[in-house]
């Protein structure tokens, strides 16, 4: 893997110096032509110095409308075009999205992406990010701004790609129509194939806007995560990315949590039953009269609909070519640096949540009486009052986390050469009481307060500098300890690679220093309740 030194970086980004930035410039892509903006107007509160360099290209198209004949298919090459395509305004986004921007549009024709950088040249071969949304969101939405990583000397993209029943129905009809175009049986993950499409769209055209294809590293969040696993673990994939950071993030395959994350997917006999209720349920019974309907029949809400369950990635052995635990037993298809997490209020624990001592009991007499661990868990984590059975069921699901992340780690490390590093997010954003909620790092690593309206406060800014600090020398070097990317005062903490003895994650946002996953025992009680389970 090539490594960013801060040398290479600076004589990067002092490559042309004299040129003009960058949406001064006509850039010529494989479909054709576009041209930028400037990413901001006036100086944006926050921590950066350098926003008059940042270019952004808004909505560049990356493959063809998904309607009519394609619905439903793999994602096809955009149509090309000579006039100059003007990037000055995000994409239309794959319903049903709901639009972030004044203006904004849902459509099918939604195959399209953003590009931030700070370079001056075409030729500057900057690291390259590739970031994921999660479920719910899209790739306007000022949450996944990418000025602040470009300000890193990083190529930031973020992109939209097919969600819901437009982006994993799957049935036989759709099965014999792959089986026909690609010789696999299968069918379903049409917003997966989106995003390889996307991966594959950046390797073959990233360096015309001063990106190097062969340095790219991949993000992404919650559902954004499980684009990231999919990535390092798929054929399809192989060999197109150096790094991948899944925050919310991967866990032991045998942690029934996993199949909220990262390594959430249905079996493809599921996915063909669920399909063909689908259809049912719009009086439908060929996939010719489904993809007649309009585009409002068909925009079921990612959460809270009969079907939103019925949506997601399907383990169909083409895009996803096995069950996790397999993969990781033969190590994955890139074998690249590896960076995963939680958050600490997620997955099972809430800062809102409150428990007489009854009801926590009786909630882990069902989760573990099963398995004869319900008493051994009561006295790891025992209560006598509502105030501490509440606090007692946070840590036990605050514990699982960062020992599931561990644990995943550990088998990681069996097959596969590449380091890997672990961190648990503790800081809880101002101006809300959700705590260290889901999402509620990507601020911080993003570099973007600025994008979020919130009372931010001194320090959080030097929170988002420590974090995207790590994360961007990650996507320069593959080592979230080296590249100079932390512009605060001091040097960022050391963070050891993921030890299976020393049992430690970095803990990040309130303080910065390896803390324990939990004590020995508390270890040895919750991998032992995963070895109940049957793994994804």
């Known amino acids: 893997m090539k490594q960013y030194t801060p040398q290479l970086l600076c004589a990067a980004a002092l490559a042309h110096s004299a040129s003009a930035q960058l949406y001064n410039k006509v850039i010529h892509t494989s479909y054709g032509p576009v041209q930028g903006i400037p990413a901001f107007n006036s100086s944006p509160n926050g921590n950066i110095s350098n926003w008059k360099d940042i270019t952004v290209w808004k909505g560049i198209p990356y493959g063809a409308d998904t309607s009519g004949e394609n619905r439903w298919t793999a994602p096809k090459n955009a149509t090309s075009w000579k006039t100059t395509f003007q990037a000055n305004k995000m994409g239309p986004l794959c319903g049903p999205a709901n639009p972030s921007t004044?203006?904004?549009?849902?459509?099918?024709?939604?195959?399209?992406?953003?590009?931030?950088?700070?370079?001056?040249?075409?030729?500057?071969?900057?690291?390259?990010?590739?970031?994921?949304?999660?479920?719910?969101?899209?790739?306007?939405?000022?949450?996944?701004?990418?000025?602040?990583?470009?300000?890193?000397?990083?190529?930031?993209?973020?992109?939209?790609?097919?969600?819901?029943?437009?982006?994993?129905?799957?049935?036989?009809?759709?099965?014999?129509?792959?089986?026909?175009?690609?010789?696999?049986?299968?069918?379903?993950?049409?917003?997966?194939?989106?995003?390889?499409?996307?991966?594959?769209?950046?390797?073959?055209?990233?360096?015309?806007?001063?990106?190097?294809?062969?340095?790219?590293?991949?993000?992404?969040?919650?559902?954004?995560?499980?684009?990231?696993?999919?990535?390092?673990?798929?054929?399809?994939?192989?060999?197109?990315?150096?790094?991948?950071?899944?925050?919310?993030?991967?866990?032991?395959?045998?942690?029934?949590?996993?199949?909220?994350?990262?390594?959430?997917?249905?079996?493809?006999?599921?996915?063909?039953?669920?399909?063909?209720?689908?259809?049912?349920?719009?009086?439908?019974?060929?996939?010719?009269?489904?993809?007649?309907?309009?585009?409002?029949?068909?925009?079921?809400?990612?959460?809270?609909?009969?079907?939103?369950?019925?949506?997601?990635?399907?383990?169909?052995?083409?895009?996803?070519?096995?069950?996790?635990?397999?993969?990781?037993?033969?190590?994955?298809?890139?074998?690249?640096?590896?960076?995963?997490?939680?958050?600490?209020?997620?997955?099972?624990?809430?800062?809102?949540?409150?428990?007489?001592?009854?009801?926590?009991?009786?909630?882990?007499?069902?989760?573990?009486?099963?398995?004869?661990?319900?008493?051994?868990?009561?006295?790891?984590?025992?209560?006598?009052?509502?105030?501490?059975?509440?606090?007692?069921?946070?840590?036990?699901?605050?514990?699982?986390?960062r020992i599931s992340s561990w644990s995943f780690a550990n088998r990681w490390s069996v097959k596969s050469k590449s380091p890997i590093w672990t961190y648990y997010w503790n800081h809880a954003p101002p101006g809300q009481t959700q705590g260290a909620y889901h999402e509620s790092e990507i601020n911080y690593v993003l570099n973007n307060l600025y994008g979020t309206d919130k009372p931010w406060e001194v320090i959080d800014y030097e929170i988002a500098l420590k974090m995207n600090g790590y994360w961007a020398n990650f996507a320069k070097t593959g080592n979230p300890n080296m590249g100079d990317s932390y512009k605060g005062d001091g040097t960022l903490p050391v963070w050891n690679v993921n030890s299976e003895t020393d049992m430690l994650t970095l803990e990040v946002g309130d303080g910065f220093a390896g803390v324990p996953i939990g004590s020995v025992e508390q270890v040895k009680t919750i991998t032992e309740y995963f070895s109940f389970q049957n793994p994804v």
């Open 102 to 401: 004044p203006g904004g549009t849902v459509s099918e024709d939604c195959l399209n992406l953003n590009i931030w950088t700070n370079g001056k040249s075409t030729n500057a071969k900057l690291p390259v990010v590739l970031w994921s949304f999660p479920a719910g969101g899209a790739a306007d939405q000022p949450l996944f701004d990418g000025a602040g990583m470009a300000s890193q000397g990083i190529v930031f993209v973020n992109y939209n790609y097919r969600i819901s029943a437009l982006g994993w129905l799957s049935t036989p009809e759709l099965s014999e129509e792959m089986y026909k175009a690609t010789g696999s049986n299968s069918s379903g993950n049409w917003g997966q194939l989106d995003q390889f499409h996307a991966l594959k769209w950046v390797h073959a055209n990233i360096a015309a806007f001063g990106g190097d294809p062969d340095h790219i590293t991949v993000m992404g969040q919650s559902a954004g995560s499980a684009a990231v696993y999919h990535f390092v673990n798929s054929p399809l994939t192989k060999g197109l990315i150096v790094g991948a950071i899944a925050e919310s993030g991967t866990r032991d395959p045998y942690d029934p949590e996993a199949l909220t994350l990262a390594e959430n997917y249905r079996n493809q006999s599921y996915a063909l039953e669920s399909g063909l209720k689908y259809m049912a349920s719009k009086n439908v019974s060929t996939i010719a009269e489904m993809r007649a309907l309009p585009l409002a029949d068909l925009e079921e809400p990612v959460f809270g609909s009969t079907f939103s369950d019925n949506f997601g990635n399907v383990l169909d052995g083409y895009a996803i070519p096995a069950k996790y635990i397999e993969t990781l037993a033969t190590g994955p298809a890139n074998d690249v640096p590896y960076i995963t997490g939680n958050t600490r209020d997620e997955s099972g624990a809430a800062a809102s949540t409150n428990l007489t001592v009854a009801q926590y009991e009786a909630a882990i007499v069902s989760q573990y009486g099963p398995y004869n661990l319900s008493s051994t868990m009561l006295k790891l984590y025992p209560a006598v009052n509502s105030s501490q059975a509440s606090m007692a069921y946070n840590a036990h699901w605050r514990d699982t986390s």
